[in-house]
């Protein structure tokens, strides 16, 4: 658990608590990827259950779930 919330505080580069589109793509950039700007934001909407265009952490959680 405590591996998420580390890897989800290193996305979350304002430390507002979420990930915007903007942190995710700058996260994946640094990773190698190169997502356009409709991948990202397809990404956080299909984890973004209260629909704010963020992933809090538990969003989060599950997004990591998904991708095991």
């Known amino acids: 658990f405590s591996e998420f919330r580390e890897a ?5 580069k304002d430390g507002g608590g979420d990930i915007s589109v903007k942190e995710l ?6 990773l190698g990827q190169n997502p356009t700007e409709q991948e ?3 990404m956080v909407r299909s984890v973004d259950q209260d629909g704010n265009g ?15």
């Not at 793509?25 to 640094?30: A, L, N, T």
């Not at 963020?54 to 095991?68: G, P, S, V, Y």
Request: proline share 0%.
């Open 25 to 30: 793509g700058s996260v994946m950039r640094s």
């Open 40 to 42: 990202l934001q397809d």
């Open 54 to 68: 963020t992933i809090d952490f538990n969003e989060f959680l599950q997004m990591m779930q998904k991708a095991m």
């Open 8 to 12: 989800f505080n290193l996305f979350d």
